[in-house]
């Protein structure tokens, strides 16, 4: 009998997610912009650069939270922009205060100001200090199978591997580091940066991933609000070959309608 897969809820820190697409806030025209392209990529989860956002630091500046407001959005709070682990710290814990003692953030400690590439020393120190402080820590890194279990053995809700560099859009460089961190994985791992286009968003669904957080793809687009949508179909397309179960690659035909069989 072929065993069927039934699919499940995303569940990260305890709460289920319907969208396994997660969206950025950045870079979009205005506030308007965000809120549409936001509606129409499915998001329930929506990550928020506390170091370049208003979330109500500045009351005199529009505030992003009137537009995603946090009884219809988890707000996911990251530290991008910090190059240690006591910067990452301190902006997650400003995070926390703003928003009446929220604990879910994304952290990310970056190495290098061209490449945008995780320092994953300084990650793992602030990783350390975050969870002790009771914080839910959804944690990006690089695509290193060993280090994704370091970060779920340490107690990260979630661990979340590059595709490529930041804002890049060369979509998965390596399938097979994202595939074995994925078949060792028990907690969610959620594709992060490097995804161009609706088939990187796909690809990364095939392989398993449990999710996909981006921002410069939908954002930077020609009409960020139809690329929102067609990111959401396309994780929904990813999702469904996955639990479908692809048929193997091979070197030769094999014909849809066998010889075997026929009448004459």
């Known amino acids: 009998m072929v065993e069927v897969k039934q699919d499940r809820p995303l569940v990260i820190?305890?709460?289920?997610?319907?969208?396994?697409?997660?969206?950025?806030?950045?870079?979009?025209?205005?506030?308007?912009?965000?809120r549409a392209a936001t509606e129409e990529a499915g998001a329930e989860i929506v990550t928020v650069a506390i170091r370049r956002s208003n979330i109500g630091q500045d009351p005199d500046e529009p505030n992003l939270i009137d537009v995603l407001p946090p009884d219809r959005y988890t707000i996911l709070p990251n530290t991008a922009g910090c190059f240690n682990a006591e910067d990452a710290v301190r902006t997650c814990r400003l995070a926390r205060e703003l928003l009446d003692d929220?604990?879910?953030?994304?952290?990310?400690v970056l190495g290098d100001e061209r490449t945008l590439y995780p320092d994953v020393v300084e990650t793992?120190?602030?990783?350390?200090?975050?969870?002790?402080?009771?914080?839910?820590?959804?944690?990006?890194?690089?695509?290193d199978p060993v280090l994704a279990r370091r970060f779920e053995e340490m107690g990260c809700v979630a661990v979340m591997p590059l595709a490529a560099p930041i804002g890049s859009g060369l979509g998965i460089q390596n399938h097979w580091n994202i595939l074995e961190i994925v078949e060792n994985a028990s907690v969610p791992i959620l594709v992060d940066a490097g995804v161009g286009?609706?088939?990187?968003?796909?690809?990364a669904m095939e392989l398993?991933?449990?999710?996909?957080?981006?921002n410069t793809a939908i954002a930077g687009a020609r009409d960020p609000v139809r690329m929102a949508r067609a990111m959401r179909l396309a994780?929904?397309?990813?999702?469904?070959?996955?639990?479908?179960?692809?048929?193997?690659?091979?070197?030769?035909?094999?014909?849809?309608?066998?010889i075997e069989g026929t009448f004459f």
């Open 13 to 34: 820190a305890g709460r289920e997610y319907r969208s396994r697409l997660l969206t950025g806030t950045g870079k979009y025209a205005d506030l308007e912009q965000t």
């Open 197 to 203: 286009t609706a088939s990187d968003a796909a690809i």
């Open 124 to 143: 793992i120190r602030a990783a350390e200090t975050l969870i002790d402080e009771g914080f839910e820590v959804m944690v990006y890194t690089n695509d």
């Open 235 to 258: 994780i929904e397309a990813g999702r469904e070959a996955w639990l479908a179960g692809r048929i193997p690659k091979k070197r030769f035909a094999s014909a849809s309608s066998p």
């Open 208 to 214: 398993g991933c449990d999710g996909v957080l981006m």
């Open 102 to 108: 929220h604990r879910l953030v994304k952290l990310e």
